[in-house]
C-alpha cells in the first residue's frame, strides 16, 4: 500500500491558488458539476457511504451530521467553514487555504446547494492574514467565472462566501465560540443543546465543517462513497493531512491514506524519516495539546480513528508531535498546562482553576519539591477537570497529562526522588551529581 496519497492535497504546489483555469485544467469543479445533476439525500447518502468523519478533531460523522441539518424545515440556513487552526502542532488547513482555495470553495458551494443556503462563512486564523487575502481572491476569480454568486452555472442557484478573520482565541475553534465570534460576540462557548443544526449562526439552522472536511466533498461526490472509503480502512473513509513537527527528520503536511502505521508515519523515509541524530523515541503526540500522548510500544497502531482509539489514542486534528529521549515528560506537560491556563475563557471554574493547579504541582514535581499526595490531588483534578468542564477545551486539557500519566508514571515518581531521567530539572548538585 502506498504511504502517500494525495487525493485533495494534489493541487497544493502545484496550481496557481487562486487561478479558477489552472483549477479547470486540474479537474475542478467537477464535483460541482455532478453535485447539480443530483438530489441533495443521494449527495448526503455518498457522504455516509464515504464514512467521512470530522476532521476538525471531534471525528463527528459528516454524513449524519449533514442528514441531521437537511431535516430541519427551518431557512435560511448558513454554511460556517472552520478554518481557526489554533491546535498547537496543526498547520494543514493553512495548505488547503493557500495552496488550493478553489476546492475548499467548491467542497462550500456543494453544501450550500445540498442544504439551500445562500451564504457561506469561513472564519480563518488571524495569524493566516496573507492566506486570507489569497482566500479572497480565490472568491472574487470564482464570481468573475460563474461558479459564485447569482444563478451558478446557469442553474439558478446562487451561493455567497464571507470571510470571517479570528483574534487569536484558541477557544474561538469550538463551533459554538466560532459562531458567537463571527456575531461579534465574546468568543465563548454556548450551552448545548440546543445544537447547532437548529440553533445556530444568527440562532438559525447551521453546518459547521472543518476546512479539511468540506475539501473532501467534491472528491466524494465525483468519485462516489465507496470509492473514496476504498482509498482508507472498512470504518475510516478516504486520507488524512497528518502535521508531523518535533524531533522528526522531514516535518510538514503529509496526505496518508488511513491504515498507514504510526511507525511509518514518523520513521518512513517518504514521511517523518525518523529521529534526527540518533537519538532514541521518547513518546509521539496525537491530535495537539488537547489529544494523547502515546509511546514505542503503540508504534505499530494503525493510524485511523477505530485502532487508535481502541490503542487509548486518536487522530484529533491530525497534528503528530514526536520527542526524543532528551525530553523531559514533566517540563512537556508543562508548557502543555500553560498553553491551556492561557487559552482557557474563565467562564467555569474546573477549566479556569483546574489548569492552574495543575500546572502548580507539575513546577513543584519538576523542583523535586512535590510528595506522594499531590500525585493523588493531580490525578483528582483531571478527574474533576474532565467531568465537570463546560466545554471541550477543559474537557480535553488533560488528556495529555493522563495518558503520560500512566505511560511514565515511574518518571513521575523518580521526580520525587530528585531524578529526571532526561536530565532538564534539577541542577547537577541536586542530582548529586
Ligand atoms: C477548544 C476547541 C478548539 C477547536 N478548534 C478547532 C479548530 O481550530 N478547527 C476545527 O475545525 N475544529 C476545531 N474544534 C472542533 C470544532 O468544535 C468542531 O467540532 C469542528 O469544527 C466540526 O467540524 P468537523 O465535523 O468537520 O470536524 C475545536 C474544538 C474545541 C473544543
Ligand atoms: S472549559 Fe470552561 S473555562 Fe475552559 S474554555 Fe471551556 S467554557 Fe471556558
Known amino acids: 500500500m502506498s504511504k502517500i496519497n494525495k487525493l485533495i492535497s494534489g493541487n497544493c504546489g502545484v496550481i496557481c491558488p487562486d487561478c479558477t483555469e489552472d483549477y479547470v485544467k486540474a479537474g475542478g469543479y467537477q464535483g460541482l458539476k455532478k453535485a447539480f445533476t443530483m438530489k441533495p439525500e443521494d449527495i448526503i447518502g455518498e457522504v455516509k457511504k464515504a464514512k467521512l468523519l470530522g476532521r476538525g478533531g471531534a471525528a463527528y460523522p459528516a454524513g449524519s451530521k449533514w442528514e441531521q441539518l437537511l431535516e430541519i424545515p427551518e431557512f435560511p440556513k448558513y454554511i460556517v467553514i472552520n478554518a481557526d487552526e489554533g491546535e498547537p502542532g496543526t498547520f494543514k488547513d493553512k495548505i488547503l487555504l493557500g495552496q488550493d482555495p478553489l476546492r475548499v470553495i467548491e467542497g462550500m458551494i456543494i453544501a450550500g446547494y445540498v442544504f439551500n443556503s445562500h451564504d457561506g462563512y469561513i472564519y480563518i486564523r488571524g495569524e493566516y492574514r496573507a492566506i486570507q487575502k489569497v482566500f479572497q481572491s480565490a472568491i ?23 470571510i470571517m478573520t479570528g483574534a487569536g482565541a484558541y477557544v474561538c475553534g469550538e463551533n459554538s465560540a466560532l459562531l458567537n465570534s463571527i456575531e461579534g460576540k465574546a468568543g465563548r462557548p454556548r450551552i448545548k443543546p440546543p445544537h447547532l443544526a437548529e440553533v445556530g449562526l444568527f440562532l438559525l439552522p447551521t453546518l459547521v465543517n472543518n476546512v479539511e472536511s468540506i ?40 496526505e496518508i491514506p488511513f491504515g498507514v502505521s504510526l511507525r511509518d508515519a514518523i520513521y518512513d523515509p517518504q514521511l517523518g524519516g525518523g529521529i534526527p541524530n540518533g537519538k532514541k523515541l521518547k513518546f509521539f503526540h496525537l491530535g495537539g ?9 503503540q508504534l505499530d497502531t494503525p493510524y485511523c480513528y477505530k485502532a487508535l482509539r481502541n490503542a487509548g489514542l486518536s487522530v484529533g486534528s491530525g497534528a503528530i508531535v514526536v520527542m526524543d529521549e532528551d525530553v523531559c515528560v514533566i517540563d512537556y506537560l508543562k508548557g502543555v498546562t500553560e498553553f491551556f491556563i492561557h487559552e ?14 495543575i500546572y502548580a504541582i507539575l513546577c513543584k514535581i519538576a523542583a523535586g519539591e512535590a510528595v506522594q499526595d499531590d500525585l493523588v490531588i493531580l490525578k483528582r483534578l483531571i478527574d474533576t477537570m474532565t467531568i465537570a468542564s463546560f466545554c471541550g477545551l477543559g ?37 548529586g551529581e
Not at 451558478?152 to 455567497?160: A, D, H, K, M
Not at 495539546?289 to 510500544?297: K, N, T, V
Request: one cysteine or more; charged letters at 20%; glycine letters at 14%.
Open 289 to 297: 495539546q488537547s489529544g494523547p500522548i502515546g509511546g514505542e510500544a
Open 395 to 431: 474537557q480535553s486539557a488533560a488528556v495529555a497529562l493522563n495518558t503520560c500519566w500512566k505511560l511514565f508514571k515511574t518518571e513521575f515518581e523518580d521526580h520525587l526522588h530528585k531524578k529526571c531521567p532526561a536530565q532538564v530539572c534539577f541542577t547537577e548538585q541536586e542530582r
Open 140 to 162: 472574487d476569480n470564482a464570481v468573475k467565472a460563474g461558479y459564485l454568486g447569482k444563478n451558478i452555472l446557469g442553474s439558478g442557484f446562487e451561493f455567497n462566501i464571507h
Open 215 to 254: 475539501a473532501n466533498i467534491p472528491t466524494i461526490v465525483l468519485e462516489g462513497g465507496d470509492k473514496y472509503l476504498s482509498y482508507g480502512t472498512k470504518d475510516s473513509g478516504g486520507t488524512k493531512l497528518i502535521c508531523l513537527s518535533g524531533n522528526v527528520v522531514n516535518r510538514g503536511v503529509y
Open 344 to 357: 482557557s475563557c474563565g467562564k467555569c471554574t474546573p477549566c479556569r482553576e483546574g489548569n492552574k493547579q
